[in-house]
Structures are given as C-alpha cells and as structure tokens.
T-cell receptor, first 113, second 113 residues
Framework: KQEVTQIPAALSVPEGENLVLNCSFT??????LQWFRQDPGKGLTSLLL?????REQTSGRLNASLDKSSGRSTLYIAASQPGDSATYLC????????????FGTGTRLAVRP | DGGITQSPKYLFRKEGQNVTLSCEQN?????MYWYRQDPGQGLRLIYY???????QKGDIAEGYSVSREKKESFPLTVTSAQKNPTAFYLC????????????FGPGTRLTVT
C-alpha cells in the first residue's frame, strides 16, 4: 500500500528565506505527483503537477522536483513571503489505483515578517 | 469561470439525521471525488466516480452514499450510520485524460451534535 510522508510537519522561517519541503513515497510506480497549498478552512489549490516522466516543474518562485527511483519529491520556495504561510500537501497518483490520489499529511509553513 | 462549487460552506445537523452535501463542477471532467479531512490525519478518500452512473468506494465509505446522475454533479449523503460525521468534506474533480490533475472545491464543514 502506498504511503506518503512529508517532513517536516511544521516549519517557521523569517521572510526572504529560501526553503525546501520534502515528500517521500514508498511505491515508485506512480503516474504523477501533485503539490497543493491549503489555507486554514479552505480547499486545496494545485501548485504544481509533475508527470512520472518529468524531473521538475516550475511556477514563479516555486520549483518542484521528482526522483521517482528514490521515491522523493521536493518543493523549493524562493524568497519566502508571509503570504506563503499555509499547509503544503503532496499527493501521488498510482498507476494501479485508477485516478486515486494518496496524500501526505502536509507541512505547515509559517513565514514571519 | 471554471471551477468546483460546494454548498453549503457550513452545515449543522443533529445526530441521527441524514445530510446531503452538494458538489458541482463546470470543468467538463469525467472523474469526481469526495474526501474527508480530520485534524492531523490528512485527506481520506470516501467515494469516487470515473463516469456518469458509476462510482466506487474509497478507503472510508461506510456510512456514506453518493450518486452520479449528471457529469457535473456528485452529491454526498452522510447517513446516520456514520459514527463520526463531524469533519471537513472536500470535493474534487480530475482531468483531462492523460494528465489527471485534481482540482478541489472550497469544502463544507459539517458539525453533528
């Protein structure tokens, strides 16, 4: 059974720092990996999607990488801002499960002004 | 604007009552999903549907029911058989085929007393 782990569970950084969030998964037979952002009491916003054949995706200050063989993905946030404060979730879509995503429990990020 | 709507945002019910949560999408996606989110537990899949008039149980389907009579709509009924119904419920859809990126609605917070 696929398991997705996110480390750290919580992170507090001063504004302007570059930071890395980690995601690991146990079964490398994935179709894609998706990073989401969730603000308190809100739904999930898709940030980046990496197909299994890709190594990375970039959107603005965000860069996500995927190493399928080692079961790892990282989300890099450059020049962090207080508005980046949220919970970040990663999820993998397995080839064997149809369209179902397996989620990690998230990293709660606080960016201090 | 394309997207997913969920209503209501907050819902309060007495124990023993069934309640139906609404989810509508205008993204022309075939697949739709219902997740439950509890503090510290991440998202868990309740039901999903890959096509109209067809749906499958997810990891925690007991005490829930769904229907998929229209492509745009995937309502979730929380029945009195669900032992711990108080939670945040999220609806999602995915597309297009070959990409399978999931998009989420704003969520419904259900409180049962």
């Amino acid at each position: 059974k696929q398991e997705v782990t996110q480390i750290p569970a919580a992170l507090s950084v001063p504004e302007g720092e570059n930071l890395v969030l980690n995601c690991s998964f146990t079964d490398s037979a994935i179709y894609n990996l998706q990073w989401f952002r969730q603000d308190p009491g809100k739904g999930l916003t898709s940030l980046l999607l990496i197909q299994s054949s890709q190594r990375e995706q970039t959107s603005g200050r965000l860069n996500a990488s995927l190493d399928k063989s080692s079961g790892r993905s990282t989300l890099y946030i450059a020049a962090s801002q207080p508005g980046d404060s949220a919970t970040y979730l990663c999820a993998v879509l397995e080839k064997s499960s149809g369209d179902k995503l397996t989620f990690g429990t998230g990293t709660r990020l606080a960016v201090r002004p | 604007d394309g997207g997913i709507t969920q209503s209501p945002k907050y819902l309060f019910r007495k124990e023993g009552q069934n309640v139906t949560l609404s989810c509508e999408q205008n993204l022309n996606h075939d697949a739709m999903y219902w997740y439950r989110q509890d503090p510290g537990q991440g998202l868990r899949l309740i039901y999903y549907s890959q096509i109209v008039n067809d749906f499958q149980k997810g990891d925690i389907a007991e005490g829930y029911s769904v229907s998929r009579e229209k492509k745009e709509s995937f309502p979730l009924t929380v029945t009195s058989a669900q032992k711990n119904p108080t939670a945040f419920y999220l609806c999602a859809s995915s597309g297009p085929r070959g990409v399978y990126e999931q998009y989420f609605g704003p969520g419904t917070r259900l409180t049962v007393t």
